[in-house]
């Protein structure tokens, strides 16, 4: 269950379970607190594709969880090695499962089939936690505004709702969007959150458990999404 | 180096994380919450490698049915069997420890009051302990509602502001909602079943007890309106038990000062024992 790989000279966390197997997934977790709001629910689904028959791996993103990495040092494109590195020592991986922000990094294996939940922006995602850091301040009496926080990233890193970023993170996200890093020839299936207004190719019920102001559990959730998975990948 | 693994817990599989140092004393963290080991931001996380640092072995871990662990979820309540299982997994993961103390903010600060004694910690650190209970006239939708002495606090701290003031005068401020909580405000404070129970596993420590409190934080403001009643004097009495204050509102302790002040404490709590 618990599994290492080696990232920028040290041990990253990795959630595993492999029971050697043909079919196995490298689940691409939300980002930033989403991750942690999701975090059992995502634990108790790859426990529902072990029903199924299907190996999964969720690695630490460099910097979080688990992870003593720098904060400020990580990127979208740094998470993209780590992910690749990860799917190398701890593989082979057949296929990806991706949620919210963890889709703007599935081109760390370009070629694997891809499965999708709720793709976010960068840029939404950027904005939420914009949102947080100049709530907080105000709440503090601080008077801060966006155009400071985004100046002040330039020197030096900047604490967003309780994360550190350095700019290149920034732009990364401001500029990142899950539809261009999926290649229109990939075999991919997408779908949606039932509580989102618009859907692409299905839907999974559930209310919007990333959007809750700490984590809680949907074991509805976790059974619907290993089935969604294990139909797509053996329909 | 933080090392993971896994024990039993009533026929359960629970993760634990241990920060190894070389001295002869441990800490148990308890995650408040839902929250999972790491740490909301990877506050735990970070808080676990600072004290190894300072010679503490930690151990962090989630409990059921939270992060990495199986089972169901009973909330803080129902803690005690996870709090029992991670001491025993500590003590064999780390025979070298002589002394283990334990370490909880809110609810998990209260779960350790209540729950600690049959476990055995040689202290405790209890941050900002959580007694808030559901009021049973609750308005429907309505989520718990604050304590009295938190909401007398806010607004207090509001009315000093003169930005606040500016925007009552200018109707930046909904008058609905600022009627329905002074009158909230105003209303006496009563003491909750869990905040007796509390008072009462307080006042029968018979270990050392550091009570870590964040004054302006709500959660402590609360505890403290029931510590400073005549609820709280046995608890108060008990010679086992000294209470420190930073002056901050972070109910977690987040910022650079609230942090090292929490690390000095969580110090001297474990070589208090």
């Keep these: 269950m618990i599994a290492s790989y080696r990232f920028a000279g040290q041990d990253e966390y990795c959630l595993r379970i492999d029971r050697g197997r043909d079919t196995r997934i490298l689940v691409i977790q939300p980002l930033f607190e989403e991750a942690n709001r999701t975090r059992h629910m995502l634990a108790e689904m790859m426990r529902a594709l072990d029903g199924h028959g299907i190996d999964s791996l969720m690695p630490d993103l460099p910097g979080r969880n688990e992870s003593a990495f720098p904060q400020h040092q990580a990127d979208l494109d740094l998470w993209r090695n780590a992910l690749a590195e990860c799917a190398e020592q701890l593989g082979p991986v057949t296929h990806i499962a991706a949620l919210r922000g963890g889709a703007l990094l599935i081109d760390c294996a370009p070629q694997l089939p891809v499965w999708r939940l709720a793709p976010a922006k960068g840029e939404q995602l950027l904005r939420t936690m914009i949102r947080a850091r100049l709530t907080a301040d105000r709440e503090a009496g601080k008077h801060v505004t966006e155009e400071m926080l985004i100046e002040a990233a330039q020197t030096g890193p900047v604490e967003l709702a309780g994360n550190l970023f350095g700019t290149a993170m920034i732009d990364g996200l401001k500029n990142a969007r899950p539809e261009d890093v999926l290649d229109i020839r990939r075999n991919s299936r997408t779908v949606r959150n039932s509580s989102e207004p618009d859907f692409v190719t299905g839907m999974i019920d559930g209310k919007a458990l990333w959007l809750r102001a700490e984590p809680e559990h949907n074991a509805v959730m976790s059974q619907a999404i290993a089935d969604d998975i294990a139909e797509w990948i053996r329909p | ?273």
């Design chain 2, 1 to 273: 180096m933080t090392r993971h693994f896994t024990f039993e817990c009533t026929g359960e599989t629970l993760v634990g994380s241990i920060d190894d140092a070389k001295g002869e004393r441990g800490l148990l963290i308890v995650s408040g919450g839902n929250e999972i080991r790491a740490g909301a931001f990877g506050g735990m996380a970070r808080l676990a490698r600072d004290l190894a640092a300072s010679g503490i072995t930690v151990m962090r871990y989630d409990r059921r049915g939270i992060g990495d662990s199986s089972g169901e979820n009973s909330g803080f309540e129902g803690s005690a069997d996870d709090i029992s299982a991670a001491l025993t997994a500590f003590r064999k993961q780390c025979p070298g420890l002589r002394e283990i103390a334990a370490f909880g903010n809110c609810d998990a600060a209260s779960a350790l009051a209540l729950f600690a004694g049959k476990a055995g910690f040689a202290a405790l650190a209890l941050a900002n302990p959580w007694t808030i209970e559901t009021p049973d006239n609750a308005e429907e939708g309505e989520t718990a509602a604050m304590p009295a002495s938190a909401i007398r606090s806010r607004y207090l701290a509001k009315l000093r502001d003169p930005r606040e003031l500016w925007r009552l005068v200018t109707g930046g401020v909904n008058l609905r909602k600022l009627v329905k909580g002074l009158r909230q405000a105003a209303a006496k404070q009563e003491v909750s079943g869990l905040g007796e129970r509390l008072m009462k596993a307080l006042s029968g420590q018979t270990v050392p007890v550091a009570i870590l409190i964040a004054s302006r934080d709500r959660t402590a403001l609360a505890f403290l309106s029931i510590w400073d009643s005549a609820s709280g004097e046995a608890a108060r009495t008990n010679g086992y038990i000294m209470l420190q204050q930073i002056h901050s509102a972070s109910h977690s302790f987040a910022g650079e000062d609230d942090h090292r002040w929490l690390v000095e404490q969580l110090i001297a709590v474990v070589h208090s024992c």
